[in-house]
């Protein structure tokens, strides 16, 4: 049985490494994202535990970054991953992935590649910003109550 579950383990690692390897330069994807494409969707742990212990050189572990454009770790040396991260035509600034939506990367099943779009905005948020800030404040109540305090 542990022999089994070994082999298991061995197969996840592999996938997660060929996934991992297909990330181009200039783009990143996150763990869960990684997971996603090993076929275990919920095993981003298990994704940045095997980027974490990863020492091959053809393996880019750098472009791997924790969900909502953060860094993450690189084996202890982030200031590494920033800077390899930099040299591909990524901006990083206060340990996260500037504008991260539009360089997250997303593979899917067949092969194919693509670059993650965008979530649409809730309709409250698209009113909002076609409104404007002040009148997105004044219709959620924000500037009624502190009208009321002050």
Not at 20 to 42: F, K, M, Q
Not at 99 to 122: H, I, M, N
Request: hydrophobic fraction near 40%; aromatic fraction near 4%; charged fraction near 25%.
């Amino acid at each position: 049985m542990a022999g089994s579950a070994r082999g298991s383990h061995s197969e996840f690692r592999a996938r997660v490494i060929r996934a991992v390897r297909r990330i181009p330069v200039g783009r990143v994807a996150t763990y869960g994202d990684v997971a996603r494409l090993a076929g275990r969707p919920r095993a981003w742990r298990a994704v940045g535990t095997i980027m974490r212990t990863c020492a091959e050189p053809a393996v880019p572990c750098h472009r791997v970054i924790a969900s909502g454009g953060r860094l993450g770790g690189y084996g202890g040396n982030e200031a590494m991953k920033r800077a390899l991260l930099l040299a591909e035509g990524i901006m990083v600034g206060n340990g996260r992935v500037r504008q991260f939506r539009t360089v997250r990367w997303a593979a899917s099943a067949d092969g194919s590649s693509r670059l993650r779009r965008a979530k649409p905005a809730s309709p409250k948020r698209a009113q909002a910003s076609r409104e404007g800030g002040a009148a997105s404040a004044a219709r959620s109540g924000r500037l009624r109550r502190a009208k009321q305090r002050g």
